[in-house]
């Protein structure tokens, strides 16, 4: 994300669009995602989107969301 653009709710915007589209496929029962254990805005988004910290592998924190 360019610096001019941070903070703004974009990303939070963008990835609650990408779930709800994931989800409303009956196919789709869970989401997974995963970002740097020091990307503090990352983990703000997930948590945003009611995503649970799964677990970590080596500098990923590893995130899920079931239907």
């Known amino acids: 994300m360019v610096p001019s653009a ?3 709710g974009y990303a939070t915007e ?3 669009k990408l779930v709800e589209w994931a989800l409303s496929n009956k196919n789709v029962t869970k989401i997974v ?3 740097l254990n020091d990307n503090v805005p990352s983990m703000r988004v997930l948590e945003k ?3 649970k910290r799964i677990g970590s592998q080596k500098s990923m924190l590893n995130w899920q969301l079931e239907k």
């Open 33 to 35: 995602a995963e970002c």
């Open 6 to 8: 941070q903070g703004k």
């Open 14 to 16: 963008a990835v609650q």
């Open 49 to 51: 989107l009611q995503m």
